[in-house]
């Protein structure tokens, strides 16, 4: 019997891309700017993930970092975002629009559903600056989103917890819960044993230091290294992930 558990990889770049597929990922989402929490990457970036990979790309939408409470001129960015993912071959996009009082914009979320149909939707981590996540999950049920990332309304999946259990026995098969937060190979089993997730998003727990082959250094003494994601950290946690699968049943 095969693994169950959908293992999404967040990358901020494409040769991390090229690497989670080449680790086993199930899914990407494709960003850039990953330490402001992520913007949406070139369309460069876009269309060599989609030709290179056999797994799904998923694309963030955003094009800023901040707030999740677009202008009318950021919202028609997005809509054009939306499109070009379309165009390129991905086959989801990761979006997230709320309104001031902390309840999801539901005209401007619908009309990118819209747009982006038939992609995939997932609703990203917005989701858990909403006033309320119960009604918050109501509402995405009500407009089609396929997924929600969370990680419960708190800052990692071990303290939203309690709050992720409620969500993924509330949601049932009308909407994924994608877990997310924090997730790491130590922690990854008992929060998969707990909380019944079978969608769960890594990002830091899959990158290792790539070193620079470049032969000479900047004159400020700066480092070319970079943090990306890492194959072999990729199967490690696909491994973690398979060895939760059986109390699932």
Request: negative net charge.
């Given at each position: ?60 939408i955003r094009n800023r970092a901040g707030d999740f409470a677009p202008s009318e001129p950021e919202l028609a960015a997005m809509h054009h975002d939306v ?50 996540l119960d009604e918050a999950l109501e509402t995405l049920v009500e407009l089609g989103v396929d997924r929600v990332l969370t990680s419960g309304g708190r ?95």
């Amino acid at each position: 019997m095969g693994r169950s558990i959908t293992v999404e990889i967040c990358v901020g770049d494409l040769r991390s891309a090229l690497e989670a597929g080449e680790g086993g990922a199930d899914r990407v989402e494709l960003c850039d700017r990953l330490e402001v929490g992520g913007t949406t990457p070139s369309a460069g970036t876009i269309a060599e993930a989609c030709r290179r990979l056999t797994i799904p790309v998923h694309v963030l939408i955003r094009n800023r970092a901040g707030d999740f409470a677009p202008s009318e001129p950021e919202l028609a960015a997005m809509h054009h975002d939306v499109e070009t993912a379309k165009r390129l071959g991905a086959s989801g996009v990761v979006l997230g629009i709320l309104k001031n009082d902390g309840t999801i914009d539901r005209d401007a979320t619908a009309r990118l559903i819209e747009l982006a149909r038939p992609m995939s939707v997932t609703f990203h981590k917005a989701f858990d600056q909403t006033r309320d996540l119960d009604e918050a999950l109501e509402t995405l049920v009500e407009l089609g989103v396929d997924r929600v990332l969370t990680s419960g309304g708190r800052p990692s999946a071990e303290a939203g917890a309690d709050a992720l259990v409620r969500l993924v026995a509330r949601a049932g098969d009308r909407i994924g819960v994608l877990v997310a937060g924090r997730l790491t190979v130590e922690n990854l089993g008992g929060i998969v044993r707990r909380t019944r997730a079978r969608e769960i998003h890594l990002g830091s727990a899959a990158m290792g230091l790539n070193e620079s082959p470049a032969a000479f250094a900047p004159p400020d003494g700066s480092t070319l290294d970079w943090l990306g994601v890492r194959a072999e950290r990729v199967r490690r946690i696909i491994e973690v992930a398979a060895d939760s699968e059986s109390t699932l049943c």
